[in-house]
């Protein structure tokens, strides 16, 4: 048995088998409750939790609804999973209303001869889409609509500035009036699990004028073409016209994500950055007054917008697949908060612990 001398160690749980660290980790990890753990208002309610790395997520959601014991929480369930783990005698679906998450798109300023730096071009993508009819079908509801880059719960949000409206026929004026009578080419990725999501959006897309290709790729091939450091071929020879991200604010300071990943130097630096929100962008990172901060980044907000630098989609709902013995409070920023969470008497553990002191 190992035990952490780290984070793991000192925190509410002990680290006692397995490893997980950035793009490597063990097929099992387990941590136990930290009797020592300093602060006594938030000792940990949980004696042990088994992490199982090698189930797929469908193997997981599968276990999770028809069996009582061999899982207990999945995380990043998907909204068409939904109906399915509600029915179950076994499972809750657990929603998570503050998620910093968004789901947007990237132009691509950057390739050769890009048509995407044109701000009516950005416009007319932004109103052909149907957000209520995107988050209707492919996120089963499960999203909020957002007028830029921040999700409704982020700091620096702006609940004043108004999404863009669904409006296929200014569509087609913009094209017209950005030189496309006829129509645009263009090409759409997105990874796997936006799929469905990307599906959606080129219909969409289509039906406003534009003439869209759709390619999924798995999520490293997908690195290569949009992760900066990561690519396979440099900026300018990107075919891709929008790519679709999925992005996590897991600081809760969008001053670095998503905005700072989006800017020069950036993961996703794809040429969306202005002289104006540069000099916005430096303001809020060279002050730490709070209420400035705040200010300064709903000017970013509005300053994105009327650039229409990404196209703007929805901000989901976090779903997790849970026992209904279990009392899970999600996060945020997506990560679990394993101190909150406990289990009540009707979990098959307590049960059991019952049944055996019973004999």
Known sequence: MIESAGPWGTGPYQLVEGFSVPGKRSDRVVLEANPHYWDRTRRPRVKRIVFDNTLSQQEAVELVKTTEGRVDLVSELRPLDTLRVAESPWTKVVKNRRSLITVFGLFNMRKVESPWRDVRLRQAVNVAINREDLIRYAAKGNGVIIPALLPVASFGYDPALAPYAF?????????????????????????????????????????????????????????????????????????????????SDMFNFSALEPYGSSMHGGFFDWGSEQPELRQLYEQVVGTVDRERQHGLLRQMERHTHDQAAFLFLYNPIGLYAVNKAVEFAPHGNGMLNLVELSVTDEHWSVRKQGAAGQK
Do not use: C
């Not at 087609?172 to 090409?187: F, N």
């Open 167 to 247: 409006d296929p026929g200014k569509a087609r004026h913009l094209l017209r009036e950005a030189g496309y009578p006829d129509g645009l080419a263009l090409s759409l990725i997105a990874a796997e699990d936006l799929e469905v999501q990307a599906t959606v959006v080129s219909k969409m897309l289509e039906q406003a004028g534009f003439r869209v290709a759709l390619q999924r790729f798995d999520p490293i091939t997908y690195n290569w073409k949009t992760r900066v450091p990561e690519l396979d071929q440099p900026p300018e020879h990107q075919p891709w016209d929008i790519a679709l991200v999925v992005q």
